[in-house]
């Protein structure tokens, strides 16, 4: 059996916990980045109005849904969900819903530029990995979790 020295071993273990003590860090950039995005997106469908619902009608074609709804739905998500995934209260709910609209964004255009669908994957990325290891210690929910599953076990 093969076995690495022990101060390869040791070194290698303090790396792995320097990177470890980094998550929280890096869950809040990622939190941070991806909710500026959403919410910088729905603030310009709500300053012009009358060109967002032009936009739905004539250039995002959402399946299923109206022109007027889609636009309502997709400003509303991307104003409020961006919200909850910043300050991490129901981050896995926000990121999720922010992961569907990026898809729908996605799908949703005719022709999608090469250097804009990059953007959406990186985004699709970044709440990808907030879906799965949640919004990380420095968040709401890390806070209220242990509150709210110690009401639902009793």
Known sequence: MLTAPPVLARAWLRAIGGLDALQ?????AARLY????FFWSGLTKIRDWDTTLALFADEYHVPVLSPELAAVAGTTGE??????????LAGRFGAMGLF???????LSL??????????????????????????GRWSVD????????GAVRR
């Open 110 to 135: 005719q022709e999608v530029a090469d250097a804009a669908l990059q953007q959406h994957i990186f985004w699709g990325s970044l709440l990808a990995g907030l879906i799965l290891w949640g919004p």
């Open 34 to 37: 991806v909710a500026k995005v």
């Open 79 to 88: 104003l409020v969900l961006p919200v909850l995934v910043a300050v991490g």
């Open 100 to 106: 569907v609209l990026n898809i729908v964004a996605v």
């Open 24 to 28: 929280p860090l890096a869950l809040l």
């Open 142 to 149: 890390h806070y209220i979790a242990p509150r709210f599953l």
